[in-house]
């Protein structure tokens, strides 16, 4: 098992883009996770999903949009960068309440 | 919402002592306090897990307390080795099924050889 893949690994945007984080997971988890990871602010969570088709906004949802259509991809879109979406991102995955597996992250940088 | 305190936010400790990371949370329905370590750009880790129906909760050198009427829990790591220099992070749910882990801001530790 491959766990919980992301990428782009790095991405620089500038000021207006858009994109999106992918996110795939393996395991056939219902539960999948976008946080952020701000130095000093812990792990915040943006969008969350407890299964394909049913997704809901966690602490810091503005200026983001999740999907999901399968089971296993949570896609992360930024609609339209900002510089104070520059952080690391993480997506997690878990089978109920246990475990979450984190993915190795992605490192956003918007100038 | 949830709200999880976590001090202290650095911590260094000789090799060989023990080190202890609390947290405290102030929704008295949480029911699941994970721990997670977090070294150098990699994601998060589950480490231990206590769940409110239990006290403590042991896994080789590392232990987990929780008091439900205080409403904190501690982590406690003895004979530390200078691979357990990391970030740890306590988190904290209130949603039974629900995915909605509340951390909170991470503890630095450094294991000084």
């Known amino acids: 098992n491959a766990g919980v893949t992301q990428t782009p690994k790095f991405q620089v945007l500038k000021t207006g883009q858009s994109m999106t984080l992918q996110c795939a997971q393996d395991?056939?988890?219902?539960?999948m996770s976008w946080y952020r990871q701000d130095p000093g602010m812990g792990l915040r969570l943006i969008h969350y999903?407890?299964?394909?088709?049913?997704?809901d906004q966690g602490e810091v949802p503005n200026g983001y949009n999740v999907s999901r259509s399968t089971t296993e991809d949570f896609p992360l879109r930024l609609l339209s960068a900002a510089p104070s979406q520059t952080s690391v991102y993480f997506c997690?995955?878990?089978?109920?309440?246990?475990?979450?597996?984190f993915g190795p992250g992605t490192r956003l940088t918007v100038l | 919402g949830e709200n999880v305190e976590q001090h202290p936010s650095t911590l260094s400790v000789q090799e060989g002592d023990s080190a202890v990371i609390k947290c405290t949370y102030s929704?008295?329905?949480?029911?699941?306090f994970p721990w997670y370590k977090q070294e150098l750009g990699k994601g998060p880790q589950l480490i231990i897990d206590?769940?409110?129906?239990?006290g403590e909760k042991k896994d080789q050198r590392i232990a987990v307390t929780l008091n439900k009427t205080a409403k904190h829990f501690s982590l406690h790591i003895t004979e530390t080795q200078p691979e357990d220099s990391a970030v740890y992070f306590c988190?904290?749910?209130?949603?039974?099924?629900?995915?909605?882990?509340?951390f909170g801001t991470g503890t630095r530790l450094t294991i000084i050889p």
């Open positions: 997690a995955s878990s089978y109920g309440l246990n475990e979450q597996f």
């Open positions: 395991m056939n988890h219902e539960y």
């Open positions: 999903s407890v299964g394909a088709g049913i997704t």
């Open positions: 929704d008295s329905a949480s029911n699941y």
């Open positions: 206590i769940r409110s129906n239990v």
């Open positions: 988190a904290a749910t209130s949603n039974f099924g629900n995915e909605k882990l509340t």
